[in-house]
């Protein structure tokens, strides 16, 4: 029965509780947000400081008994921890506990996955529920995709080097700096900062900005389709 009752609550459900549950934690994700910004702010008071700290340690405690409470009314424990929200709650409190005792470096580089926090937001939007849906109908469609872009990433590393590298050996003295200017051409980024100057580089490299044009679209469509095929099926 108890277990029900929490259920009822901690879940998305058309009732008060639910509700009240639900904007509460939201409120809390804001507030942690905004507590993280004002972290950055150089020369904080030191009861600015205490205060801000004591925010992080509150809203880290309800968090973690949110999580604890999703895997105890969890019909498969498992798969709710495994699962993309449960990941996300999961990070959403790791960096405070692994943050214990550890030194400053390693303190900047968790308090920065606390920003993961938003994405618990998803939780308790529609259209983001439609976008994680989505994500996961078409992961093995995403995973190809990546596969493939990866494939074509390590290819224009190797053409771009065997072209460039006698001409700009500073800039393509190996594959693995070739992968940089691969990067950023295939991704239609183009900084500028690495370019090739033989007749060679350039028409390979008009070649794999075709390609580029492509693998930026490519995803688009995929996610598009299956955020329609979400939308049609909860209609």
């Known amino acids: 029965m108890m277990r ?11 009732n008060k509780a639910s509700r009240f549950f639900s904007m509460f934690i939201q409120a809390l994700i804001l507030l942690t947000i905004v507590s993280f910004a004002f ?20 809203c880290v ?8 409470l999703r895997i105890y009314v969890a019909d498969s424990k498992p798969k709710f921890i495994f699962s993309f929200f449960g990941i996300i709650d999961l990070v959403a409190i ?12 390693s303190l900047r580089a968790l308090r920065f996955l606390r920003l993961f926090r938003i994405l618990k937001l ?28 990866l494939m074509l990433i390590y290819f224009a590393a190797v053409g771009i080097y065997y072209f460039e ?13 070739s992968l940089w200017w691969a990067i950023i051409t295939l991704t239609t980024v183009g900084y500028g900062d690495v370019y090739p ?18 693998i930026v679209a490519i995803p688009t469509g995929i996610i598009s389709s299956a955020l329609s095929r979400s939308i049609d099926n909860e209609e």
Do not use: C, W
């Open 94 to 105: 790791l960096p405070f506990y692994l943050s214990l005792g550890l030194g400053l470096a």
């Open 122 to 149: 998803a939780r308790y939007n529609r259209a983001m529920k439609h976008f994680t849906r989505a994500i996961s109908s078409a992961k093995e469609e995403i995973m190809l995709f990546l596969f493939i872009t």
């Open 39 to 58: 972290e950055t702010v150089p020369d904080l008071k030191p009861e600015t400081k205490t205060l801000l700290h004591t925010i992080e340690i509150i």
């Open 197 to 214: 100057i033989t007749v060679g580089g350039r028409v390979f490299t008009f070649f794999i900005l075709m390609i580029g044009l492509g």
């Open 61 to 68: 405690a309800i968090f973690t008994l949110e999580y604890l």
């Open 4 to 14: 029900e009752t929490i259920k009822s609550i901690v879940e998305l459900n058309d």
């Open 165 to 177: 590298h006698e001409a700009q050996p500073e800039h393509f003295s190996s594959v693995f700096d």
